[in-house]
């Protein structure tokens, strides 16, 4: 079956360290992989989203990486604050559209300062 | 402001009255989705929509309705609620190919 897993339920990072976080999928082949950040109670927020054919993306402090043959996705934010301390999904397309996207349940990272 | 509004934010119902959580959106995007969130399991699909009378099946929509007559409009209907039908719901939209704009969420409680 397919299936999306997220690192780690938690992660802790230092205050001005790089945080990184892992989407692994199994029995996919995804068109593109998307990154939202949620905060308690809140919709989803979409960051960044990474096609087959890209290896990498980047926006402000955060990057992206997706290799399609490990079916693997980091997401890094660096120099992380405080303020970054969210949970955070990966997010597949199971058809080439975007209708069929299913999350990964998340990993809830909290920034100390 | 470009955003996707649902209505109600929050509501307390009884088993087995019907209710429609309202979702319209303004940037005249042609994919719309329900999600509900339950802790631990996460956001899973209920019913999307790829543009107007065109909808489909996520992965529960056991228990829920929902039609696209308008391409700004995409109401969740729950003809008969029961309590496990109890979670936090968002409705979200997007353009093919770019990332969803969500909703802030109708959390339903039903006793």
């Known amino acids: 079956s397919q299936k999306i897993e997220q690192n780690s339920e938690a992660l802790n990072i230092q205050e001005g360290k790089t945080a990184t976080l892992t989407c692994n999928y199994t029995?996919?082949?995804?068109?593109?992989l998307q990154w939202y950040r949620q905060d308690p109670g809140r919709g989803p927020v979409f960051l960044l989203l990474?096609?087959?054919?890209?290896k990498e993306k980047r926006k402000e402090r955060l990057k992206v990486t997706f290799d399609t043959t490990l079916k693997q996705s980091l997401f890094h934010i660096t120099a992380s604050q405080p303020a970054d301390s969210a949970t955070y999904l990966c997010?597949?397309?199971?058809?080439?559209?975007?209708?069929?996207?299913?999350f990964g349940t998340g990993t809830r990272l909290t920034i100390i300062p | 402001e470009a955003q996707v509004t649902q209505n109600p934010r929050y509501l307390i119902t009884v088993t087995g009255k019907k209710l429609t959580v309202t979702c319209s959106q303004n940037?005249?995007?042609?994919?719309m989705s329900w999600y509900r969130q339950d802790p631990g399991l996460g956001l899973r699909q209920i019913y999307y929509?790829?543009?107007?009378?065109?909808?489909d099946k996520g992965d529960v929509p056991e228990g829920y309705k929902v039609s696209r007559k308008e391409k700004r409009n995409f109401p969740l209907i729950l003809e008969s609620p029961s309590p496990n039908q109890t979670s936090l719901y968002f409705c979200?939209?997007?353009?093919?190919?770019?990332?969803?704009?969500f909703g802030s969420g109708t959390r339903l409680t039903v006793v």
């Open positions: 029995n996919y082949s995804p068109a593109y």
């Open positions: 990474i096609r087959e054919n890209e």
């Open positions: 929509s790829m543009n107007v009378e065109v909808t």
């Open positions: 940037m005249n995007h042609e994919y």
């Open positions: 979200a939209s997007s353009l093919q190919g770019n990332g969803y704009t």
């Open positions: 997010a597949l397309d199971r058809a080439f559209g975007n209708e069929k996207l299913t």
